[in-house]
């Protein structure tokens, strides 16, 4: 069975920096994309970074400057790295790793992993 995993959320002050990781297992398909969405109490999910299938990235307005996507489709595991958090960056940040084996590709989300910023 398919499991994806987030780590590295945490309680951070304003300014500060979080990398979180995401890694999937119980696959014999590969890695080939990746995004983090992120939900805030009372708000929708929301995009806030994909790393796509030919290697281009793209990352919610919000975050531009401050966040670093990045993935191993070797290991299955990807990252975000967030700097210059702000209190508006905090919420529940879900990792969708997107597996193929060059012909199928199948989507998973994991459970998430809080973050939350102090102002």
């Known amino acids: 069975q398919v499991q994806v995993v987030e780590s590295g959320g945490g309680l951070v002050q304003a300014g500060g920096s979080l990398r979180l990781s995401c890694a999937a297992s119980?696959?014999?398909?590969?890695?080939?994309?990746m995004g983090w969405f992120r939900q805030a109490p009372g708000a929708q999910r929301e995009l806030v970074a994909r790393s796509n299938r030919d290697g281009s990235t793209n990352y919610a307005d919000s975050v531009k400057g401050r966040f670093t996507i990045s993935r191993d489709n070797a290991k299955n595991q990807g990252w975000l790295q967030m700097n210059s958090l702000k209190a508006e960056d905090t919420g529940v940040y879900y990792c969708n790793a997107l597996l193929s084996n060059g012909y199928t590709s199948f989507s998973y989300w994991g459970q998430g992993t809080q973050v939350t910023v102090s102002s």
């Open positions: 119980g696959s014999s398909f590969s890695l080939s994309g």
